[in-house]
């Protein structure tokens, strides 16, 4: 790869787009669009034709079509990954071809569109990928965007973690971050909205388990005036609010199946009603979502959708939980305090530090929080000693023991299937990698996958 592929246009100079469709009105229309904007567009016709362009010349933006005569647009999408990576890559994709729009943004791609392509859409695609910050953060204007420094940690997990929130910032692919309470879910979805191209549009979260069943709908989409009693004027939803931004879902296990239903559709159409209007608007929203719960284990039980599980895990997060890297404490500890105690920071002395660093933490790090906050208030002078943590007797790792009328084999199942399952999600699903991760045979983890009726 040759310097000037990722060097940054000169000031003045006109952003250049490269469009790669067999098809010539698609080729034109998005040649036309393109010109509009006031940018330039060299047009491939296949993938030999396009790596021609890409060794002539650099691009702020690439838009493909999934199929092409000599070969397939994830070709182009890997290709434009592995050796021009600062090119932002979006796939139009057949009408109502969920599965390939969702590989497209495994494989790397910045978003897609589908066809036939909608002119509004393709124009808010194409100015995010010309606001994505740079991948060493420095937006076009020269300013810098927040960086990842506020997630603290010097741990190997949280430095993947840290790497993986920057690879998601230049990508428009729904994300779902799983981890336990307290982990630093939401921390980290304001972190990949603030270093994106939506970072000056609003980051707006939703606790979707404190919305009463019944306002669900309005809450989301909006209403129009005298849709229902009450409703006296217009009002917009938590998808209107986030235009041009990103949707948090907090806690998305906790919708019920019916709203389900109704978000799949938004996500999937990218358009939403207004509770007593009649016609949808087309919103642009990245949607992020949580769930402290095993979504996976949702799905199972029959909770959760399948097919809006497919759609919103398109890329998994996982947030670690503390007990499995001691080594954060410490600086969160500094961090923490400092945070707390805004000036006069007292010292924790060495032997609490160590209790702190044994500590098992089942509600991680809003737990250190809590502990350190009620420990600066207890502590005489200027130093926290370990009595002053007053931390909680060992717990069971993952939480309550049993759950109301659980028989012990019950009990035993599901915690052996909600591990099967962690060691199946943190190795993408590999067997062989799962089985040595639980430190059991692949023979012994097929049987058990077969027993508990896993499905992947
Ligand atoms: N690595 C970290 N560095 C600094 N602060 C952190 C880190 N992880 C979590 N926190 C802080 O811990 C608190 C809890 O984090 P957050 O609310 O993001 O967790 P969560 O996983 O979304 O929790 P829940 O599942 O309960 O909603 C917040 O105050 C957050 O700022």
Redesign the pocket.
Known sequence: MSIAKTERRPRGELARVLVVDDEADIRELLDLTVARMGLSADCAASIAEARGFLQRQSYQLCITDMRLPDGDGLEIVKLIGEDYGETPVAVITAFGSAQNAVAALKAGAFDYLAKPVALDQLRSLIKSALSLPRRDGVLDDGRLVAATG????ASGA?EQVRQMIEKLARSQAPVYIS?E???????AARLIHDQSSRHAAPFVPVNCGAIPENLMESEFFGYRKGAFTGADSDREGFFQAAKGGTLFL?EVADLPLAMQVKLLRAVQEKKVRKVGSAVEELVDVRIIS?T?QILKICVDEGLFRQDLYYRLNVIELR?PPLRERHEDVAP?VA?LLARICDGQVPRLEPQALRALENYSFPGN??EL?NILERATALCSGNAVLVDDLQLAPATAVGGSLGRDGETLDDYINRIERQAILEALSKTAFNRTAAARLLGVSFRSLRYRIERLRIEE
């Not at 506020?150 to 940690?153: E, P, R, Y």
């Not at 309470?181 to 921390?187: A, D, F, H, I, R």
């Open positions: 506020q997630l603290i940690g949280i981890g309470s307290g982990t630093g879910k939401e921390l907090d949580a402290h947030m969160l961090a790090v809003r929080e």
